[in-house]
């Protein structure tokens, strides 16, 4: 439980889980094969970014060192989530006991607002070739465990329409770092 997982889970109209959700937004159930039909278009193609990241943990914050580097010239959003695996906190309705740890849980998202913090903070144009970078700290809570951490980042850009979908996203280790990745 955090506030940024209550956060997104009303953004998002979660109403209970497991709950499936496809480039930050609400999924009905009749739309699932459609999902994993545009999943499987998305495996097979390039993405439109690729992100370097490393994380480390000092004076009680995270500092992500982060890069975007362009295959395609487009608007882009950045956002940022600060993940924690090994949770233990009892699961009703559980079948298992490996059921009451929790794993990538929610424990904080970076940005000025909502809009920011969910679905990213507006970079601007990065023409294809070039590299935007950014370096943010994320302030730790007394009770999370830093070693257990892990930085999200997901990269929008936008469509035809002027919406924002997902082109890469990347998930690093706090003590760690990935070399550029231009997976979806």
Known sequence: HSSAADELSRALYVMMYPWVTFNLTEVTESELADIKAQIDVLH??????????????ANGSIYANIAVK?????????????????IFAKQVGKQYSWQDTHNN?????????????????NIGTIEAGQTFESIVAIDIEEDWVA?????MV???????????????????????????????
């Open 147 to 151: 070693k257990n951490c892990e930085v």
């Open 105 to 121: 849980a929610l424990r904080a998202m970076v940005g000025a607002n909502k809009t920011e913090r969910i679905y990213g903070k």
């Open 44 to 57: 097979k193609t390039p993405a439109d970014v690729g992100i370097a990241l490393s994380a480390s943990e």
């Open 70 to 86: 362009a295959g395609k010239s487009n608007k882009y959003r950045m956002a940022i989530w600060l993940l924690e695996d090994g």
């Open 154 to 184: 997901l990269i929008t850009a936008e469509d035809e329409r002027g919406n924002y979908d997902v082109v890469n996203t990347a998930v690093c280790s706090v003590g760690s770092a990935l070399a550029y990745e231009y997976n979806n």
